[in-house]
């Protein structure tokens, strides 16, 4: 880490984590600082998600320090569960209750109460577009709307940190666009650490980019750096992690000249 090591909010500091003999993550270190959104990406499998569990405390490393707000995740869960909003991928909802009645009961139990706890109920629903299904039934709502539950819950204490794993996952278009819109407006103030593997997603909302291939950190800049020597994103994407199209190969190629 370089001297502005104090001011980031997010670091990875050689995170490596071993199953067996699988190398699931190796040496991995980034940081983010705050007001920055950095889109984490990668092919599926690249260590995305295990880098993330790792951060928020879900998976202990097998080497390296997570820190979050400057404290040692592995020393400080309780008061970085204050500090920090996470959405992973499918997160659990309980399906019996509301999206209301979830969001009072998260919302006591991180000790948040009368006016605070209305308020901010508010504030998440309007930034989550819950309106139409507070009172329904989680169980009864669709892919995309639990993703908008699983939002709001996870910005509902107001956390300067957030790690986000697929979050327009199972959204439609005018959804996703809302989101993307979300994020970039929290970006403004917060720390926000972007999981995805979708590159318009990396256009839409980031500041500076960080691709995890094979478990290993093959770039970490900005946007403009990364596509320096390419014409596109996703050109920077097959450089990087050394995958040719198959109109690219010329085995494909020969075969289809072949064809009748």
Known sequence: MD????????????LSKFFGSFIAIQDVSFGVPPGQVTAFVGPNGA????????LTG?????????RLAGMDVSKK????????????????????MTPLGLLKFLGEARGLKDSNLRSRIETVVSQCALEAVLHKSIRKLSRGYRQRV?????????PDILILDEPTSGLDPNQIREVRSLIRQLGRKKSVLLSTHILQEVEAVADHVILIHEGRI????????????????????????????????????????ECP
């Open 3 to 14: 001297s502005t090591q104090s001011e980031l909010m997010i670091e990875a500091c050689g």
């Open 47 to 54: 260590g995305k998600t295990t880098t993330m569990r790792i």
């Open 58 to 66: 879900y998976l202990a490393p097998s080497e390296g320090t997570a």
């Open 77 to 96: 869960r309780i008061e970085i569960a204050a500090r920090v909003g996470y959405l992973p991928e499918n997160g659990p909802l309980y399906p019996e």
């Open 150 to 158: 699983g939002m709001a819950q996870t910005l509902l204490h107001d």
């Open 218 to 257: 093959v770039f970490n800049g900005t946007l403009p750096a990364m596509l320096a020597t390419d014409r596109s994103l996703e050109e920077a994407f097959y450089r990087l992690t050394g995958y040719r199209p198959a109109q690219d190969q010329p085995e494909a190629a020969s075969i289809a000249e």
